[in-house]
């Protein structure tokens, strides 16, 4: 049975400008300061304190504000009630993963990109090369002796 409609486009075109640009971060685990999960009274599910040091530690999350880490956070609630027992949480938490960029695929819709650092140590520049004079050959051309 045949599909109905218009054939695809050989050279499809997107006519939406691109609204942002990339973001590029440096690839380097974030090590800067970031919140504490709050005391639980029945503790954290050891997946979801694995998912938190993960989270924290994400390169992009040194552009993060404190909204960020407090979404982050009510993310964390939501993981912990997931693994002890309510599977009913899944379709938030992949919905918040999105919004958080846990994923390639998640940073890649928020146009995140993870770069490599540029190099600490100085760049070191080969001897110097041999250069001929450029005033010499001029006078040689110009005839002169």
């Not at 939501?78 to 938030?92: D, K, Q, T, V, Y």
Request: proline share 10%; with cysteine; aromatic share 8%.
């Amino acid at each position: 049975m045949a599909i109905t409609g218009r054939p695809p486009s050989e050279r499809p075109r997107n006519r939406n400008a691109k609204v942002h640009d990339w973001t590029l971060v440096d690839a380097v685990p974030f090590a800067g300061p970031s919140p504490e999960l709050p005391e639980l009274d029945d503790g954290w599910h050891p997946q979801t304190l694995a998912w938190w040091g993960a989270v924290r530690s994400m390169p992009h999350c040194r552009l993060w504000t404190d909204t960020d880490w407090q979404f982050a956070i009510e993310t964390a609630l939501l993981s912990n009630e997931f693994w002890h027992g309510e599977p009913a949480r899944a379709a938030e938490l992949r919905l918040r993963a999105g919004k958080l960029g846990i994923t390639h695929e998640d940073r890649l819709k928020l146009r995140i990109r993870y770069v490599d650092p540029p190099s600490k140590a100085p760049a070191v520049s080969a001897a110097p090369a041999e250069v001929t004079r450029l005033d010499e050959r001029r006078r040689r051309l110009a005839g002169a002796p």
